[in-house]
């Protein structure tokens, strides 16, 4: 049934009844909003990115922060360094001194005696293997025992063994002196003193404790992030990727890196083989050439907090959308590229093999 005019005269509360502005507004706005969202979802272009945190690293390992241990046990005699100085390699940081003063003494004393002994053993030596011919010349004669020349023999044996326990001596005797020569503990590169342990100065230390942190100034940074292993089989090595440091301002879109403010260059060097304990895998990221550098270590230092996103492809907003919601990996259904040149290559010799077979099988 139809209500006509002259139908709804007859229902005047009906005809009276007007949808309020409000609401007319608001269903407008509605329907607009979901028309300017599907034609984002379906012309605007969106790039891929892997999220990850992580920190500024060296890249060289001997640029990293270096402990430097006591090698002997003993007590912190006197310091040469305090927190903040610069220090070159070799400048004295620590000496140690032994417990007892007098342990060098009595180990070189001792050391003596082992070396007379040493001497009186291969004198004695040469003595019993001078018998041992003359008992071996005197048997052939007829003129000794069998058992003469056999106590000779002997004798050359025990002293030969002395001879080397003796000497085993000397060594330990000598490793000892050795250790107790590096009571000066020096700096084993350049750097500053960021850290001393002073609880060392006035306790016992062994070997092995650490006295101190020293930091290199000059470093060739890097930055690893920690990346979700369901995105990181699909990464690989020159990867683009935009880079938060912390205590930088910035402005981050993660799929229009062009409307991103504050945020800088870098690629994937390597990506470890292994994950973390956690399950998330850690990747090396160096500048991008030919981008803006890096902040100066004054603003960016080793250790500073980093936020990044390794960019993928760019495709459409639906797309990411409904990968998001499905939890699918970066670059769902997509085969990565290889990187190696000779993966290229091959790939390349086995299409040609397989489009000459083709054709063969078409002739």
Do not use: C
Not at 59 to 87: C, I, K, M, N, S
Not at 100 to 120: K, M, S
Not at 227 to 242: C, T
């Amino acid at each position: 049934m139809t209500y006509t005019p002259d139908r709804m005269a007859h229902f005047t509360t009906l005809a009276a009844m007007r949808p309020p502005r409000v609401a007319v507004a608001i269903a407008w706005m509605l329907m607009i909003g979901v028309g300017v969202t599907v034609a984002i979802m379906a012309l605007v272009p969106w790039v891929q990115t892997a999220k990850g945190t992580g920190q500024v690293v060296a890249l060289d390992p001997d640029d990293r922060q270096q402990q430097v241990t006591a090698f002997v046990a003993g007590r912190v005699e006197r310091w040469y360094v305090h927190d903040g100085q610069h220090v070159s390699r070799g400048d004295p940081i620590a000496r140690i001194v032994d417990l007892d003063p007098d342990f060098l003494t009595r180990l070189r004393a001792e050391r003596a005696q082992v070396v007379a002994e040493i001497a009186a053993v291969q004198q004695s030596r040469a003595v019993a293997g001078i018998d041992v011919a003359r008992t071996a010349q005197l048997l052939a004669e007829g003129l000794a025992a069998r058992r003469d020349y056999e106590q000779t023999q002997i004798k050359v044996a025990d002293a030969g063994a002395k001879l080397a326990e003796a000497r085993a001596k000397l060594n330990r005797i000598d490793i000892q002196l050795n250790r107790q020569s590096v009571q000066l503990v020096r700096a084993p590169r350049d750097g500053r003193v960021q850290q001393l342990n002073a609880a060392a100065g006035g306790a016992l230390v062994s070997p092995g404790t650490a006295l101190a942190v020293i930091a290199p100034e000059k470093v060739v940074r890097a930055v690893e992030l920690f990346i979700d292993g369901r995105d990181v089989p699909l990464l690989r090595p020159g990867r683009p990727v935009r880079l938060e440091f912390e205590g930088w301002p910035a402005i981050q879109f993660s799929g229009w890196p062009s409307v991103a403010q504050g945020m800088f260059d870098g690629r994937v060097r390597t990506i470890d083989p292994n994950a973390a304990a956690d399950g998330l895998f850690r990747i090396l990221v160096e500048p991008q050439p030919g981008k803006p550098a890096w902040p100066v270590r004054e603003f960016v230092r080793p250790g500073g907090k980093v936020r990044g996103w390794v960019q993928g492809e760019t495709v459409l907003v639906g797309y990411e959308l409904w990968r998001q919601l499905n939890d699918f990996p970066l670059e769902y259904g997509r085969r990565p590229v290889p990187a190696a040149g000779g993966e290229a290559k091959a790939g390349a010799k086995d299409a040609s093999t397989k489009t000459g077979e083709d054709e063969g099988g078409k002739k």
